[in-house]
């Protein structure tokens, strides 16, 4: 039994020695804490402050957290004290990593058991090692009790964070950070140049905004990672700091706006949210002309006004992109889904300065937001394109052609319109059929001849064309009737419908000495998703035949089409 428990107790001692050793040589290779604590002192001083009330403080307590302190605006600037819980060799390696607004300028730092000295960021001459942010070494390394202290402006509310680190671990990040944003400048400016020739091609401004929104946004990226600084072409720009990052940035938010209000349709579907965004483009223009007129004299200040517009322009576009997206928008869906995250990451940023959330990971997820939402939105602006490109070529190639005015005729209005309801069409979301025939067209024949009864159908082409947009498509079906398909919403296709008896209506035709008054009537039909061509021509007819009934100068409207799907079963 004694044996046993000698064994016993030698186990245990055993045991603990080697907890112990293990303790001893973890010891070293522990990680430490960092405190940080702001500081509240009166008027400019010229070290570091004996005894001050104490306004915030932050702790880091291994290598993967960071000491945040977020301080408000104060021309006085800010002490900052730091301790640690152990320790340092000089020979660790270690050095502290401080990241913040480079608004705060130089920083004064007293390293422990060294001589002040003066660290600037890597743009004013500092060390190339960090792009963002200043590397504070640690000559003497730090011994516990000594304290170490900061001196920082307080021209930006923007939080700073602290951390341990050291120099490979440092280059390995910066080396990656590098990496991936210039390959999303890369991708960002590939996008854009799509843009631009797509827009040569077609000459419709929504790809034009869309390619110059990318192209700032690219620019704007590299901008604040400080990798500009170090590419042919931009290091001049960036030289300009502050400046050029806000005018870049602005830009980016106009061109954004005037690509949302062509892209979402606004003008037509929300005419009040389309004057708001409007208002809030024109208001960026001018304040971004103030940044250009008056340079580092407003820079204390400018960029309050530019994150408010900011602020103000992120939940105004995403409830003009839903209200949109409810009242058929044809790409609502394709901007909600790809503006959603980086409004989400433009908000945390424009946020930041304000002292709100913290956003030492929103630099990364911001350039890859963008990249995807330019992605998303590239793909439907470049499929809305080549549908458009389809549908032109389609109708400028066509030989099915009415000989008397020039326009298409049934059968090849008849293939559009098939083309526009294949599946997978990124074309016409929501359009409308609408027949126009010209009441009592029979005794203009009869009364004038058959040349006069030609020359008012070529007058009449000429009234409805001008009452049509660009977009929309006319064809001459038979005798007196034309056809005009409009890519718009019901209320739209009615009012159009309207415009056009109006336009007959409301003053005669002339020709040959004659004064000749004709009237039209207008059938109406919305096309939907899954009907057949034949179907929307039926319904448009009869939608027409009931306007005939009803008198000169009317517009029928048919009701909505009953699908297969739709229909009720039939009685077994």
Not at 468 to 482: H, V
Not at 546 to 560: D, E, M
Request: hydrophobic share 50%; proline share 5%.
């Amino acid at each position: 039994m004694r044996g046993i428990a000698t064994g016993k107790l030698g186990f245990v001692a055993g045991i603990a020695l080697l907890w112990a050793l293990a303790c001893a040589f973890a010891a070293p290779v522990q990680a430490q804490a960092l405190k940080a604590e702001l500081l509240l002192t009166e008027g400019e001083l010229d070290g570091p402050p004996a005894s001050a009330p104490v306004l915030a403080s932050s702790h880091a307590d291994s290598p993967d957290e960071l000491a945040y302190l977020t301080m408000p605006r104060r021309d006085a600037g800010y002490w900052v004290r730091l301790t640690v819980d152990r320790d340092i060799q000089a020979g660790e390696g270690r050095v502290l990593v401080l990241r913040g607004a480079r608004a705060r300028g130089p920083v004064t730092y007293y390293p422990p058991g060294a001589a002040p000295r003066l660290i600037n960021d890597a743009e004013n001459g500092g060390p190339v090692l960090m792009r963002r942010g200043w590397v504070l070494p640690l000559p003497n390394g730090w011994t516990r009790g000594d304290v170490a202290y900061l001196r920082v402006g307080g021209n930006t509310a923007e939080a700073m964070s602290l951390r341990f680190s050291t120099v490979p671990e440092i280059a390995r990040q910066e080396r990656s950070d590098s990496r991936f944003m210039v390959a999303a400048f890369t991708a960002l400016m590939l996008m854009a140049l799509a843009m631009v020739g797509i827009w040569f091609a077609f000459r419709d401004l929504v790809y034009l905004f869309y390619g110059a929104y990318l192209s700032c946004a690219a620019v704007y990226l590299l901008l604040v990672s400080g990798d500009a600084a170090e590419m042919w072409g931009l290091s001049g720009i960036a030289s300009g700091r502050l400046t050029v990052n806000w005018s870049v940035a602005t830009l980016a938010t106009i061109f954004q706006l005037g690509f949302s209000l062509r892209f979402l349709e606004l003008p037509r579907l929300l005419p009040r949210l389309a004057l708001m965004a409007r208002t809030l483009q024109w208001a960026n223009i001018v304040w971004l002309a103030v940044l250009l007129l008056l340079r580092e004299r407003v820079h204390g200040f400018w960029y309050i006004g530019g994150n408010v517009l900011l602020l103000m322009g992120i939940p105004l576009m995403f409830v003009a992109a839903v209200m949109a997206w409810r009242r058929g928008a044809p790409y609502a869906g394709y901007y909600l889904l790809g503006w959603t995250p980086l409004l989400l990451f433009v908000g945390v940023l424009a946020a930041y300065p304000f002292g709100v959330g913290r956003a030492e990971w929103a630099d990364r997820g911001l350039a890859l937001a963008a990249v995807l939402e330019s992605g998303v939105l590239a793909l439907a602006l470049s499929q809305h394109a080549a549908n458009r490109h389809r549908l032109a070529l389609l109708a400028r190639q066509s030989g099915d052609r009415d000989p008397l005015t020039g326009t298409l005729n049934a059968s090849a209005l008849r293939l559009l319109l098939e083309t526009w309801s294949a599946p997978g069409s990124l074309g016409l979301k929501r359009h409308g059929l609408l027949l126009l025939d010209l009441d009592a067209f029979g005794e203009v024949n009869a009364r004038y001849g058959r040349a006069v009864g030609d020359a008012l159908l070529q007058q009449a082409l000429s009234r409805i064309r001008g009452v049509l947009r660009p977009d929309d498509t006319i064809a001459r079906m038979d005798g007196d009737s034309f056809a005009v398909v409009a890519e718009c919403e019901r209320v739209d296709c009615e009012l159009l419908g309207r415009r056009l008896a109006d336009a007959f209506s409301q003053r005669p035709f002339r020709i040959d000495g004659h004064e000749i008054a004709v009237s039209a009537s207008v059938g109406l039909a919305m096309a939907q998703r899954g009907e057949p061509v034949q179907a929307l021509l039926d319904r448009a007819a009869q939608a027409l035949l009931s306007a005939r009934q009803a008198g000169r100068n009317t517009v029928g409207v048919a009701p909505a089409a009953v699908l297969p799907a739709e229909a009720e079963p039939e009685a077994g």
